[in-house]
């Protein structure tokens, strides 16, 4: 009965499109990120959600550099005056106090493995710096495409920053479909995500993944009730510059979004279901491509970790030899 009842409280309800984009990547990586998420160990959670959470000194120059830009958006919202010359400083110390979180979880790793982990490295200041001029550059460039030019020159007057934390139902789920920044312009609403880096246009999944946004607006009152009267946008870094997609919405194109995440839901329920109430992580099927290792925090214990290839057809015949028995 409890193993039963763990199975229920533990079963998916929450769906985003980095859930969406790791469950594709690494199902092993989906269950060691959100299967564990109602365990009674506090610490176990913490523990693992750091590990989860761990990410290359690249990956967490990107997030810095989101980072910076919401927070510039929200000085704007609030008439709050933006310092041109605390730029670096402020993307610096945001990498600086990353990495340093970083060293603690590597340290509980390594207490666990009892060895050296393949995640410790050395990121000196002339990387930081380097990092640091890069993100720069890509803010500054970005502060001059629109509509962040035209919001922070006071031509965009009706918009506001949303939250992608916020959850929008879809029944008994839950979903972080929220915009970054949302605007009217005449009777349209405009609704954007920013991508600190990503492909020049986004292909049919992605499209819907963006149309996902409108069912957030949807659920917001005093915002139009028709699909048509929203165009779904994404603000992407690409090869050197930053490139702007957008796309009106209508109702078929949000009714696809619609099953497409249920199609999701029901992807990571059955994952949930074959992890089991002994969270048997045997049963999670690996890495599609070894790249998707480089920036995962469990390499040092997963079986793909040192020899993706060769985890993977040691899998794939045990999985055949319990068919077979059965």
């Not at 659920?219 to 090869?239: C, Q």
């Not at 790249?291 to 999985?319: F, I, M, Y």
């Amino acid at each position: 009965m409890e193993d039963k009842r763990t199975t229920w409280v533990n079963k998916p309800k929450a769906w985003s499109v980095s859930r969406r984009t790791l469950m594709e990547q690494c199902p092993r990586a989906w269950a060691l990120k959100y299967g564990f998420a109602r365990r009674n160990t506090r610490t176990f959670n913490r523990i693992l959600t750091e590990v989860s959470d761990w990410s290359s000194p690249w990956r967490l120059m990107l997030r810095a550099l989101r980072g910076v830009i919401i927070e510039r958006l929200e000085l704007a919202s609030k008439g709050k005056d933006w310092s041109e010359s605390d730029l670096a400083a402020r993307i610096r110390f945001r990498i600086i106090g990353s990495l340093e979180r970083q060293r603690g979880t590597t340290r509980l790793i390594e207490k666990r493995i009892g060895v050296s982990s393949r995640l410790k490295m050395k990121v000196g200041n002339q990387e930081i710096g380097r990092l640091v001029e890069i993100a720069s550059h890509r803010f500054n460039a970005v502060m001059s495409c629109e509509p962040l030019s035209s919001i922070l020159e006071g031509k965009i007057t009706d918009w506001f920053l949303a939250d992608r934390l916020e959850k929008t139902s879809l029944k008994q789920y839950k979903l972080h479909v929220a915009p970054d920044i949302a605007w009217r312009k005449g009777r349209r609403w405009h609704l954007l995500r920013l991508a600190m880096q990503g492909g020049r246009e986004p292909g049919p999944e992605r499209v819907l993944e963006s149309m996902s946004m409108v069912l957030w607006a949807l659920s917001n009152s005093g915002m139009p009730v028709l699909a048509e009267r929203y165009e779904v946008s994404s603000l992407t870094w690409n090869k050197g510059s930053w490139r702007k997609w957008s796309m009106t919405a209508n109702d078929e194109q949000v009714k696809a979004a619609t099953e497409l995440i249920k199609l999701d839901m029901k992807a990571m329920c059955d994952l949930h279901y074959r992890l089991g109430p002994s969270c048997d992580l045997s049963q999670m099927p690996l890495a599609s491509n070894r790249r998707n290792c480089t920036n995962c925090g469990h390499v040092d214990t997963c079986p793909g970790g040192e020899d993706l290839h060769r985890a993977r057809l040691e899998q794939s015949a045990l999985e055949m030899a319990k068919a077979t028995k059965s």
